[in-house]
């Protein structure tokens, strides 16, 4: 069994933001409020030695309550006209457990506002065995820390605490974490002193050929399940959680909201570990009280986010409402397997429906599981293929097939299928409806390949993925759902374009250079070969080869078609300015290099002759406009 510290004390002395800074994440809600803790809190978290050689060791961690005041000044009512103040001896009743069960109390202080009445009479409560409650065997060892030692100058006012009877206090900040280092390696060693008296009393069993440090080596390991509890407020989350402890391992109470942190529970079913995170229940936005229903559905976020599986629960006396389809959203934007959990079925079955938001087709008719099956498809659509499963929350009914069936879905989310079976089954969808445009145009799956799971994620390459529309994906994945091992469970399809040929976009210089490295081509120069052709003709020459067609026969390129950066004739390979040229190898060189030569643009004759003063007028050029004049004019 682990080691558990519980962190209490009186109200606003930072036992939240300890908590926080002990686990390195936003565990509790911290806010000025008083009362905003409740329930008991827990996290594992791994505490570090003084050297680096210093193994690692787990402890639980307990956050509580503030001992005395569990309503703001002011906030006694809720805005519902209930009492809060019901709800002090369940907190006190949370804070009373925790101390029995935890080998280490860290009491906490304000080092700021010094030793305060409140403190004392903690610490009465502590030496006497435990906040009011029977003791139950050895007493616990006590730890003092003085939080909000925001600097030295705080530190001869945190001294202050030693008066109460517990020792030195261990002086920290739990905002700018002042002395954090020196605080988590004195836990580190107080817990390895707490492990060596438990190793010791454990060597009779040890005789006897029992395991030692088996249970612990049981407790440590990580669960197999992350189950997410999600859903509005009195929907009955925190009820299940207790019936699946078997005891009041959180508060429940009939005033909505009664719920804030994200408490994680771990439990072992036949033979099976998971961990439940209650979570609280939400409303609309637009009716937020304060800023802790803003941190409490910040925490349900991140609680289906960190979730192996998301359990949805929803009241089957209430019809489902905008806030259980906000929830629904949620999970499927993370997909996550869900569950869909009909609470309270004890008490809807066999009723008449009423009327109600979406209930207006089934006015009358009896609550059945087939009624109300269609019920949840048609106002929850995007969890159409979740299963959907009825429980009663407060007499088990129903509760651990609904978590054999969270353990099924998880399974499913972790199945792979292979590639070939995969791209048949693209084929065959695509051969029978393909997706295709107003003119015809029909795409085509290159490629098809699973690439994660938790969820199950295919990537298909396309020709053109403008034409797998949404409405075309969708009908993608319902035929993915039947013929893949995936029937209830969110998939994540991805569609690619085709990777563009990026040796097209080079440079050519660069790519000859490389052809020739690798010995696609060679450089040929005609320095080494014997002259078949001169290699310059003067103008007149030129001239007289395109007036009678005597270079028809001739491979004679223009420098601009081929590389010549002067613009001068190619021949033989090689240029007028004398720079060799590239020439692919094999059959293709000497149809590349029978290319007919350009004619030259002349110059326009006047009078049948040549004139020479004029330049010849190229292609593309400016022409000449002739002006015309008005009809009036002359």
Request: some cysteine.
């Amino acid at each position: 069994m682990l080691p558990r510290l519980a962190i209490v004390g009186r109200p606003n002395v930072g036992k939240s933001s300890l908590m926080n800074m002990i686990a390195s994440r936003r565990v509790s809600i911290v806010d000025p409020t008083p009362g905003v803790t409740r329930d008991r809190v827990m996290a594992i978290v791994d505490l570090e030695g003084e050297s680096p050689a210093d193994p690692l060791i787990k402890a639980e961690f307990i956050d509580t309550g503030g001992y005395g005041v569990y309503t703001a000044e002011g906030r006694q009512i809720d805005n519902a006209g209930k009492d809060l103040s019901a709800l002090t001896d369940d907190i006190e009743k949370q804070i009373a457990r925790a101390i029995e069960s935890a080998d280490i109390i860290l009491f906490v202080i304000d080092a700021q506002a010094g030793v305060t009445p409140q403190d004392e009479v903690v610490a009465k409560l502590l030496r006497e065995g435990g906040m009011g409650q029977e003791s139950h065997g050895a007493p616990a060892k006590v730890t003092m820390v003085a939080n909000k030692v925001d600097g030295p100058r705080w530190e001869m006012h945190a001294l202050e605490a030693s008066g109460l009877g517990f020792g030195e206090p261990l002086l920290v900040s739990a905002k700018n974490n002042y002395r954090r280092r020196e605080f988590v390696e004195s836990l580190h060693a107080r817990v390895a002193v707490l492990l060596e008296e438990r190793s010791k009393k454990a060597a009779k069993p040890k005789a006897r050929g029992r395991k030692r440090g088996s249970q612990d080596i049981e407790q440590t390991a990580p669960p197999e399940m992350m189950l997410a509890i999600v859903g509005k407020r009195n929907a009955g989350k925190s009820t299940l959680v207790n019936t699946l402890a078997g005891e009041e391992r959180v508060i429940v109470s009939e005033i909505a909201g009664t719920t804030r942190d994200a408490i994680d529970v771990r439990f072992e079913m036949e033979g099976r570990s998971f961990v439940a995170i209650d979570t609280a229940g939400l409303r609309k936005k637009k009716s937020f009280q304060d800023r802790v229903e803003w941190y409490a559905l910040d925490r349900m976020q991140l609680a289906i986010e960190r979730c192996d599986v998301a359990m949805l629960l929803i009241d089957a006396t209430d019809p489902i409402s905008q806030v259980d389809e906000h929830v629904a959203h949620a999970i499927a934007q993370s997909f996550k397997p869900c569950v869909i959990v009909v609470n309270k079925w004890d008490l809807a079955e066999g009723r008449v429906m009423s009327g109600g938001r979406g209930r207006k087709a089934k006015r009358g008719a009896k609550v059945t599981p087939e009624a109300y099956e269609e019920y949840i498809r048609s106002e929850l659509r995007g969890l159409w293929y979740a299963p959907i499963s009825f429980i009663s929350a407060e007499s088990g009914l129903n509760v651990k097939d609904t978590i054999n069936l969270g353990f099924e879905l998880m399974e499913q989310s972790r199945d792979r299928t292979t590639t070939g079976k995969l791209n048949r089954l693209v084929r065959k969808i695509l051969t029978r409806q393909g997706p295709a445009n107003k003119l015809g145009t029909f795409a085509k799956v290159l490629y098809a390949a699973q690439v994660s799971t938790s969820p199950p994620t295919i990537v298909c390459v396309v020709n053109r993925p403008e034409l797998f529309t949404a409405n075309y994906q969708r009908f993608l994945l319902n035929r993915f759902r039947e013929e893949l091992p995936f029937p209830e469970v969110p998939i994540k399809l991805l569609i690619r374009g085709r990777k563009k040929d990026e040796d097209l976009e080079r440079n050519v210089d660069e790519r000859l250079k490389q052809e020739a490295e690798a010995g696609e081509i060679r450089m040929f120069n005609t320095d080494d070969a014997p002259a078949l052709t001169p290699d310059r003709f003067t103008a007149e020459e030129i001239e007289a080869m395109f007036e009678d067609g005597a270079v028809d026969d001739l491979d004679i390129d223009a420098g601009d078609d081929d590389g010549a950066e002067d613009g001068s004739l190619v021949v033989g390979g090689k240029s007028a300015s004398g720079k060799a040229r590239a020439m692919p190898t094999g059959k293709a060189a000497g149809p590349a290099l029978s290319r007919r030569a350009k004619k030259q643009p002349q110059p326009r004759r006047k009078g049948g002759r040549t004139d020479p003063t004029r330049k010849p007028k190229e292609r593309g050029g400016p022409k000449r406009v002739r002006r015309r004049t008005s009809p009036g004019r002359g």
